[in-house]
């Protein structure tokens, strides 16, 4: 059945004329004609309405304006906040359908990061703003049409030498440690359950000591938590970790009750780390490469700043909003504010991948997943990107749906991820790379 047209057509168009000469006055293109079905808390806007469509240059979204009857809530003068001293209300009193005596405002709707893609839902949520006169509208178009430019973030600058320093004083400092490890033992291996008494009686003191995790400054990082063992846990329940913290220049082992899937540091698939059990591993094991210098074109361009270049090198695929993020660009517009962060934390926690592990270590993710029979295929989260408070958070995922590695950008509300040590550069790798 054929959808009805919008009986109102030649009301909005000339209601809506004016803001069209304006926004070609501006270099702004609209188009007149059907809108995109939406929906708010206020209800579902018809599907055969019509308006103008504004593109946005990159693809990122569009915007909709389309002419709606209103009443005021506030007699003139009397305050309000519109520019005009009146207030407009979207609620049952205003209407799509327009009658000869309707007051009309402006109904202006953001569609963001939606591009009118075939495929698309049959309705979108996008809240909608009133505005009252023409040159409210023209200038919330003009400040949404141009934002990717407008609010790009500046990537940080290539610093090659500092961050060799920083590495070469890391993995001095991890060698010193090693050399006269301090290690405090909360039990005696007697003292433990079975299975973690027997891995305690494997703990090699220097190599905890050289690759426990390290703050900027070199030193031991405070709030870190390594799970070294576990005793016969699920990774996705608590249970009874062989953990280590760090207690000034002394790392304290003892038993924790941990949720093993949620730990950033979690050693038990990568044992050479702290067992003198699995002391001789060859770097093919501990590195997934033969030697350090198959390393060394990747990690001289993650030095200077290149790590979608980096990524690359090694196959490994990005999405479109992590590029975007990588050449400073927000996402959409309405997480424009976040960019600058979201920038920073992206550059930051990628100088520290090693893009050629990304394979093996979703392919040990899986390995875990199919263990306890969860459903696999799906990204695992390596970092978050920070800055919002809220339960579904955006994070750095990994799949490798296609064969190939992909990083993408998710939204997860899980605490589950990936241990560092899975895809971040070796700490013996780095000491060999940093002399």
Same mark, same amino acid.
């Given at each position: 059945?054929?959808?009805?047209?919008?009986?109102?057509?030649?009301?909005?168009?000339? =209601?809506?004329?004016?803001?069209?000469?304006?926004?070609?006055?501006?270099?702004?293109?609209?188009?007149?004609?059907?809108?995109?079905?939406?929906?708010?808390?206020?209800?579902?806007?018809?599907?055969?309405?019509?308006?103008?469509?504004?593109?946005?240059?990159?693809?990122?979204?569009?915007?909709?304006?389309?002419?709606?009857?209103?009443?005021?809530?506030?007699?003139?003068?009397?305050?309000?906040?519109?520019?005009?001293?009146?207030?407009?209300?979207? +609620?049952? +009193?205003?209407?799509?359908? %327009?009658?000869?005596?309707?007051?009309?405002?402006?109904?202006?709707?953001? %569609?963001?990061?939606?591009?009118?893609?075939?495929?698309?839902?049959?309705?979108?949520?996008?809240?909608?703003?009133?505005?009252?006169?023409? =040159?409210?509208?023209?200038?919330?178009?003009?400040?949404?049409?141009?934002?990717?430019?407008?609010?790009?973030?500046?990537?940080?600058?290539?610093?090659?030498?500092?961050?060799?320093?920083?590495?070469?004083?890391?993995?001095?400092?991890?060698?010193?440690?090693?050399?006269?490890?301090?290690?405090?033992?909360?039990?005696?291996?007697?003292?433990?359950?079975?299975?973690?008494?027997?891995?305690?009686? =494997? %703990?090699?003191?220097?190599?905890?000591?050289?690759?426990?995790?390290?703050?900027?400054?070199?030193?031991?990082?405070?709030?870190?938590?390594?799970?070294?063992?576990?005793?016969?846990?699920?990774?996705?329940?608590?249970?009874?970790?062989?953990?280590?913290?760090?207690?000034?220049?002394?790392?304290?082992?003892?038993?924790?009750?941990?949720?093993?899937?949620?730990?950033?540091?979690?050693?038990?698939?990568?044992?050479?780390?702290?067992?003198?059990?699995?002391?001789?591993?060859?770097?093919?094991?501990?590195?997934?490469?033969?030697?350090?210098?198959?390393?060394?074109?990747?990690?001289?361009?993650?030095?200077?700043?290149?790590?979608?270049?980096?990524?690359?090198?090694?196959?490994?695929?990005?999405?479109?909003?992590?590029?975007?993020?990588?050449?400073?660009?927000?996402?959409?517009?309405?997480?424009?504010?976040?960019?600058?962060?979201?920038?920073?934390?992206?550059?930051?926690? %990628?100088?520290?991948?090693?893009?050629?592990?990304?394979?093996?270590?979703?392919?040990?993710?899986?390995?875990?997943?199919?263990?306890?029979?969860?459903?696999?295929? =799906?990204?695992?989260?390596?970092?978050?990107?920070?800055?919002?408070?809220?339960?579904?958070?955006?994070?750095?995922?990994?799949?490798?749906?296609?064969?190939?590695?992909?990083?993408?950008?998710?939204?997860?509300?899980?605490?589950?991820?990936?241990?560092?040590?899975?895809?971040?550069?070796?700490?013996?790798?780095?000491?060999?790379?940093?002399?």
């Amino acid at each position: 059945m054929a959808e009805v047209l919008d009986r109102h057509e030649r009301r909005r168009r000339a =209601e809506l004329a004016g803001v069209s000469a304006r926004l070609r006055e501006v270099g702004i293109e609209p188009a007149f004609g059907p809108l995109t079905p939406t929906y708010d808390f206020y209800g579902k806007v018809p599907g055969n309405l019509t308006g103008l469509v504004v593109g946005e240059p990159h693809n990122t979204g569009r915007m909709q304006v389309t002419v709606v009857a209103a009443r005021r809530i506030v007699p003139p003068g009397q305050g309000g906040l519109s520019a005009d001293g009146h207030v407009w209300t979207r +609620d049952v +009193d205003i209407e799509h359908d %327009l009658a000869d005596s309707d007051a009309v405002v402006f109904e202006v709707t953001l %569609l963001d990061g939606v591009a009118g893609v075939p495929g698309e839902p049959a309705s979108v949520w996008a809240p909608r703003q009133l505005v009252v006169d023409e =040159e409210a509208v023209v200038d919330a178009v003009r400040l949404w049409h141009g934002y990717r430019d407008m609010l790009r973030a500046t990537p940080p600058k290539p610093g090659p030498q500092r961050r060799r320093a920083l590495r070469a004083r890391t993995a001095a400092a991890r060698r010193s440690a090693a050399a006269a490890p301090q290690v405090s033992v909360a039990a005696a291996p007697a003292e433990l359950p079975p299975a973690l008494g027997l891995r305690l009686a =494997e %703990l090699d003191h220097a190599a905890l000591a050289f690759n426990f995790p390290r703050d900027r400054t070199g030193r031991y990082a405070r709030s870190a938590v390594v799970a070294l063992a576990g005793d016969g846990t699920v990774l996705s329940k608590r249970g009874p970790w062989l953990a280590v913290r760090a207690d000034g220049d002394t790392l304290v082992v003892g038993v924790e009750g941990l949720i093993g899937a949620n730990q950033d540091h979690r050693w038990d698939r990568l044992p050479w780390l702290w067992s003198a059990a699995h002391a001789e591993a060859p770097a093919a094991v501990r590195w997934q490469l033969p030697d350090a210098a198959g390393a060394r074109p990747v990690v001289s361009l993650l030095d200077r700043h290149a790590p979608a270049e980096a990524l690359a090198s090694c196959g490994v695929e990005l999405d479109e909003e992590l590029k975007a993020l990588l050449a400073g660009y927000p996402i959409t517009y309405g997480f424009a504010r976040h960019t600058e962060t979201w920038v920073k934390r992206l550059y930051e926690q %990628l100088q520290l991948c090693a893009p050629w592990r990304l394979a093996a270590a979703y392919e040990v993710h899986q390995d875990e997943r199919r263990a306890v029979r969860r459903p696999t295929g =799906e990204p695992i989260a390596l970092f978050g990107l920070k800055g919002m408070n809220q339960q579904s958070k955006p994070m750095v995922g990994l799949d490798c749906g296609d064969g190939a590695p992909r990083l993408s950008m998710i939204w997860t509300a899980s605490n589950v991820r990936l241990p560092h040590e899975l895809w971040q550069c070796p700490a013996d790798l780095e000491a060999e790379l940093y002399p």
